[in-house]
């Protein structure tokens, strides 16, 4: 005879599986937010590199020292 019970997740599993997210939550958000943080850095001083090359170039054109 067989079991007529429907299967399905119980109340102690889903919460288990919450709580395993939310740990995996809490360890990603910071290291996310960190790398992003790191690659605004990295583009500003990108930015800062190519102005001065830019700026550089342009003395140049112009004949000025820079002084």
Do not use: C, W
């Given at each position: 005879?067989?079991?007529?019970?429907?299967?399905?997740?119980?109340?102690?599993?889903?919460?288990?599986?919450?709580?395993?997210?939310?740990?995996?939550?809490?360890?990603?958000?910071?290291?996310?937010?960190?790398?992003?943080?790191?690659?605004?850095?990295?583009?500003?001083?990108?930015n800062f590199y190519t102005f001065s090359?830019a700026f550089q170039a342009f003395q140049?054109?112009?004949?000025?020292?820079?002084?």
């Amino acid at each position: 005879m067989r079991n007529n019970r429907k299967l399905a997740f119980t109340l102690i599993e889903l919460l288990v599986v919450v709580a395993i997210i939310g740990v995996l939550v809490v360890i990603a958000v910071p290291n996310f937010l960190h790398a992003q943080m790191k690659a605004k850095i990295a583009h500003t001083q990108a930015n800062f590199y190519t102005f001065s090359n830019a700026f550089q170039a342009f003395q140049m054109d112009n004949g000025s020292s820079g002084k």
